[in-house]
Nanobody, 125 residues
Framework: QVQLVESGGGLVQAGGSLRLSCAAS????????MGWFRQAPGKKREFVAGIKWSSASTYYADSVKGRFTISRDNAKNTVHLQMSSLRPEDTAVYYC??????????????????WGQGTQVTVSS
């Protein structure tokens, strides 16, 4: 089993920045990809960014490309999501996910085996 714990959410003004972290514990070697998803009230959960544990290859949703950066710290089994130039439409609960799925399906939430509890990000206008 793998446990994922997010931190770093909060309230920020539009144009500001936040850094989310996801600490993984347990059988972390079983994971191949890590991703961040978000879900706003009344909306479906959507992919934000993904990263390969091994090569640090990354992939972003068009809506966050150029504003968000995903990174990983192998020594600490932690994945970060640096969010800049935040907009009110970025307001959502952000979830960290990990799994052994295929990189080509990094945007598909069913590819992920483990999920964190979520952390709220609120961007005020």
């Amino acid at each position: 089993q793998v446990q994922l714990v997010e931190s770093g959410g909060g309230l920020v003004q539009a144009g500001g920045s936040l850094r989310l972290s996801c600490a993984a514990s347990g059988r972390t070697l079983s994971m191949y990809i890590m991703g961040w998803f978000r879900q706003a009230p009344g909306k479906k959960r959507e992919f934000v960014a993904g990263i390969k544990w091994s090569s640090a290859s990354t992939y972003y949703a068009d809506s966050v490309k150029g504003r968000f950066t995903i990174s990983r710290d192998n020594a600490k089994n932690t994945v970060h999501l640096q969010m800049s130039s935040l907009r009110p439409e970025d307001t959502a609960v952000y979830y960290c996910a990990g799994g052994v799925g295929y990189w080509m399906a990094v945007t598909v939430d069913s590819q992920y085996d483990y999920w964190g509890q979520g952390t709220q990000v609120t961007v005020s206008s």
